[in-house]
Nanobody, 115 residues
Framework: QVHLVESGGGLVQPGGSLRLSCTAT????????FGWYRQAPGKMRQFVAL???????NYHTSVMGRFTMDSDRAKGTSSLQMNNLKSDDTAIYYC?????????WGQGTQVTVSS
């Protein structure tokens, strides 16, 4: 069993930066890959970034060039560096791990982009 905890959210002005972190505990050797998702008020949860089995990372087009995801499966950690944040990036951000063919989710961390 794997448990995920996100941190690093907060309030930031447009154009600012935040770095989100995700730490896994438990059977981290069972993690196949990590992903980041977000959910804005009144909207469905949306894919942001994820690492593929070949080690490459896919990004949603809306964050490409602004967000960078890093993961270390051996350590059970993942991060999401977010630059040039926009008001549309306001959402709860969730870390996700694929564990034995199933998705495990963290509790989420709030990111608010506002002046």
């Amino acid at each position: 069993q794997v448990h995920l905890v996100e941190s690093g959210g907060g309030l930031v002005q447009p154009g600012g930066s935040l770095r989100l972190s995700c730490t896994a505990t438990g059977d981290i050797s069972a993690i196949a890959n990590f992903g980041w998702y977000r959910q804005a008020p009144g909207k469905m949860r949306q894919f942001v970034a994820l690492t593929r089995n070949d080690g490459r990372t896919n990004y949603h087009t809306s964050v490409m060039g602004r967000f960078t995801m890093d993961s270390d499966r051996a350590k059970g950690t993942s991060s999401l560096q977010m630059n040039n944040l926009k008001s549309d990036d306001t959402a709860i951000y969730y870390c996700n791990a694929s564990v034995n063919g199933k998705f495990t989710w963290g509790q989420g961390t709030q990111v608010t982009v506002s002046s």
